[in-house]
């Protein structure tokens, strides 16, 4: 059996320290900057942002949801609390927060470029 761990997500972006400051901001990640990109530390993975430059061949983000990777998810606690902080901050929310099963609450923020982002809680107290 293979045995593997996260080490990162690649994002694209036409402006990646737009990008990297929303995840340092909203998110609270750690901006780390690299030689050819910048990169934020965030839910113990990296996020690896490039530049995207026009003409460069790189495809307009599609819209959600469309087949292939369609979200990343991080765990939060207290979820509806986080929600309401994201929304001083003028987050746009495609799902507002919800128990979609016994034990879990989540929600949908959409992200720079288009990015989907699930928050989710798992917790007995959302029965």
């Known amino acids: 059996m293979l045995n593997v761990t996260w080490d990162h997500i690649h994002l ?3 402006d990646p320290e737009a990008t990297a400051n ?3 901001d909203v998110l609270g990640g750690e901006i780390v900057r690299n030689a050819g990109r910048i990169d934020v530390k965030l839910g113990g993975a990296s996020v690896f942002i490039a530049k995207v430059e026009p003409g460069d061949g790189v495809n307009a983000p599609p819209l959600t949801p ?3 990777l369609d979200h990343f998810g991080l765990t939060v606690k207290d979820i509806d ?3 309401a902080e994201l929304k001083t901050k003028g987050v746009t929310f495609t799902t507002e927060p919800t128990t979609i099963r016994p034990g879990v609450r ?3 923020i959409r992200g720079p470029e288009g990015i989907s982002i ?3 809680e798992r917790d007995k107290k959302y029965a």
């Open 12 to 14: 694209r972006s036409p």
């Open 22 to 24: 929303w995840l340092h």
């Open 66 to 68: 469309y087949q292939g």
């Open 81 to 83: 609390a986080v929600a």
């Open 106 to 108: 989540i929600c949908f």
């Open 118 to 120: 699930e928050l989710l």
